[in-house]
């Protein structure tokens, strides 16, 4: 059975970097794409970017200036970093995986921008 | 890239059927077969209902069907049941993004 589970800090302060991890079991990493999607409290779902095992990336054209998704083949994980996070990056953090349709999910991290 | 437009709520009485609208443009809805469609309930991850418009991926009832007209998807619940109340969201590819929609809110009467 695929599980993916995010972790990282759940507070952030403003102008620093936000940094996730996603740690994959049951699947190889380097079996399909990967994703970052995220959720502001109350609102709907945003695509953050994804990688593929060989590190192909694509991000979205919103955040492409402060995101950086990463791989790690050999601890089945994938990562995200956003730069210069303000109150309007708190939300759920979800990884996924896939690219474009996300059958397997994480059960999300919330995190919160502030000083 | 601007989000989907998806009606805010939809309702229906058990045993009945209900269609979800998610209405884009030519440039992601209407030009491409990458429209996929999530259920959300409270406190919880999304789960993925459609792929590719219309096909379901195994586990999902076949209450749940997805299709496809111009530039509008639509998600249709057919029986429904208690349980099928949660938000739903549609995606679309959109060439340099991946675009969702605002979300329906689903009531089961």
């Known amino acids: 059975q695929v599980q993916l589970q995010e972790s990282g800090p759940g507070l952030v302060k403003p102008s620093e970097t936000l940094s996730l991890t996603c740690s994959v079991s049951?699947?190889?990493?380097?079996?399909?794409?990967w994703s970052w999607l995220r959720q502001p409290p109350g609102e709907g779902l945003e695509w953050i970017g994804y990688?593929?095992?060989?590190?192909?990336?694509k991000y979205s054209p919103s955040l492409k200036s402060r995101v950086t998704i990463s791989v790690d083949t050999s601890k089945n994980q994938f990562s995200l970093k956003l730069d210069s996070v303000t109150a309007a990056d708190t939300a759920m953090y979800y990884c996924?995986?896939?690219?474009?349709?996300?059958?397997?999910w994480g059960q999300g991290i919330l995190v919160t921008v502030s000083s | 890239q601007s989000a989907l437009t998806q009606p805010a709520s939809v309702s229906g009485s058990p045993g009945q059927s209900i269609t979800i609208s998610c209405t884009g443009t030519?440039?992601?809805?209407?030009?491409?077969?990458?429209v996929s469609w999530y259920q959300q309930h409270p406190g919880k991850a999304p789960k993925l209902l459609i792929y590719?418009?219309?096909n379901r991926p195994s586990g999902v009832s076949n209450r749940f069907s997805g299709s496809k007209s111009g530039n509008t998807a639509s998600l249709t619940i057919s029986g429904l049941q208690a349980e099928d109340e949660a938000d739903y969201y549609c995606n679309s590819y959109a060439v340099i993004s991946y675009v969702f929609g605002g979300g329906t809110k689903v009531t089961v009467l």
């Open positions: 590719d418009v219309s």
């Open positions: 990688i593929s095992h060989s590190g192909t990336t």
């Open positions: 049951g699947d190889s990493i380097n079996s399909d794409y």
């Open positions: 996924a995986r896939g690219a474009g349709w996300y059958n397997y």
């Open positions: 030519s440039s992601d809805v209407g030009g491409y077969n990458y």
